[in-house]
T-cell receptor
Framework: SQQGEEDPQALSIQEGENATMNCSYK?????LQWYRQNSGRGLVHLIL?????REKHSGRLRVTLDTSKKSSSLLITASRAADTASYFCATSLFGNEKLTFGTGTRLTIIP | GAGVSQSPSNKVTEKGKDVELRCDPI?????LYWYRQSLGQGLEFLIYFQGNSAPDKSGLPSDRFSAERTGGSVSTLTIQRTQQEDSAVYLCASSLVGQGGSYGYTFGSGTRLTVV
């Protein structure tokens, strides 16, 4: 079964608004990563947050991690049409190089 | 190379035929991964290589699926006697090796396999 589950499954917002996506997972993790996928092909790594970190920023992206609730959120501020994509969280367990991906959130930015 | 290269980008095959999918990782990336993604779904792990060995091949769905990696570089995923349920996008990724997936993956653009 999937380690990560994203919520919502789909999200549509107006350009310029902020978009928030959530990810829940089941077991203790080493780190959590977010990826973007355009047009159902290759994924692009966005940001990585380690289990001992609570918040991380990269440009318009802000990621939080709450290990007590086993959840993470990805905030995209001032959204643009180019942000339209599917977003996946992925978790890494200690001592394991494999990433387990969630089911994804489909984000649509309306111009 | 500069990125992860996968070939072919698209493959249509008849049910029962064998197919080979190729992945050329980023130079210096010792870890290589295969995933597949069915339409509108998440990524399903297939196999992980460290160098030429596969410490984790737990995701291979059946004995029709096999993969190898030679010279610590190029990997080939082979599907024998293809079935319609094998239709999916097959994604390859590579990474540096840290502790517990400490480095992000770089993905290729995938091979879209259609079994008719």
């Amino acid at each position: 079964s999937q380690q990560g589950e994203e919520d919502p499954q789909a999200l549509s917002i107006q350009e310029g608004e902020n978009a928030t996506m959530n990810c829940s997972y089941k077991t203790s993790i080493n780190n959590l990563q977010w990826y973007r996928q355009n047009s159902g092909r290759g994924l692009v790594h966005l940001i990585l947050i380690r289990s001992n970190e609570r918040e991380k920023h990269s440009g318009r992206l802000r990621v939080t991690l709450d290990t007590s609730k086993k959840s993470s959120s990805l905030l995209i501020t001032a959204s643009r049409a180019a942000d339209t994509a599917s977003y996946f969280c992925a978790t890494s367990l200690f001592g394991n190089e494999k990433l387990t991906f969630g089911t994804g959130t489909r984000l649509t930015i309306i111009p | 190379g500069a990125g992860v290269s996968q070939s072919p980008s698209n493959k249509v095959t008849e049910k029962g035929k064998d197919v080979e999918l190729r992945c050329d990782p980023i130079s210096g990336h010792t870890a290589l991964y295969w995933y597949r993604q069915s339409l509108g779904q998440g990524l399903e792990f297939l196999i992980y290589f460290q160098g030429n060995s596969a410490p984790d091949k737990s995701g291979l769905p059946s004995d029709r699926f096999s993969a190898e990696r030679t010279g610590g570089s190029v990997s080939t995923l082979t599907i024998q006697r293809t079935q319609q349920e094998d239709s999916a996008v097959y994604l390859c990724a590579s990474s540096l090796v840290g502790q517990g997936g400490s480095y992000g993956y770089t993905f290729g653009s995938g091979t879209r396999l259609t079994v008719v």
